[in-house]
């Protein structure tokens, strides 16, 4: 047969077809790779809030006023309402770092109403007290099922996951946080939800801390305790 070279144009048409088909086919498979992995894209992200004030008290915490201030905020996934509380000192003419405090195994906001047993701890105080005390704005919530939340436990799967993103979004609208500094504290398996979130959603966050981690790979995200089993701890 006659073997006909191609010119130097037709190389080069030829060459940027291939490129552009390899490229579309990389997106493609990416995109749905994203969907297999729960990935929120910023356009389907709802940014409004559906929640409703309940009501506040204040304290005096070490020398320092603090608010407590108490929600119901709806999971956007769910449509359950959820227990929600943010503490912070009592001077809004100021702006403070916000920080969303996500609890360990299936426990809800009660977790951080517990006595603070840190360095120097006060066991008269809360650890969101004494968070608020050293000047941030923290938020405390249960995710459905937990606490006195509406709904059933998912685990800290997909739907706990757009729980907290819907209070990372909640404090985005506080008037007195620092938009720039929020940040995301997990306790133990409270590691899945917070990695979850922001996995999926990929927000603007200054820092995320895990606190203690969970005591095994096995039971994060089952529900269960590992023990349960018949894994040791």
Known sequence: YLKIPLSIYS?????LFSLLTLFLLFMSCESQEEQQLGFVSEESIDTAVDYSFVDSSTYN????EIVQSNYWIKNPTTGNWLEASVYQPTDTSL???????VPGGDGGMEHFLRPYEGPGGNKELSIAQKFASEGF???????????????TKNSNGYKDQ?????????????ETVNTDKIGVVSYSYGITMASG??????PHMLYFIEWEGPFNKYGTGEGEYPASQGVER
Do not use: C, H, W
């Open 95 to 101: 702006q403070y770092p916000g920080v969303l405090l």
């Open 162 to 174: 757009d729980a907290l993103y819907e209070m990372y979004t909640f404090l985005l609208d506080y």
């Open 61 to 64: 915490v070490e020398g320092v």
């Open 137 to 151: 704005s923290v938020l405390i919530f249960s995710a459905d099922g937990r606490g006195n939340s509406e709904g």
């Open 197 to 202: 979130m922001l996995g999926r959603y990929q």
């Open 11 to 15: 190389m080069r048409k030829y060459i």
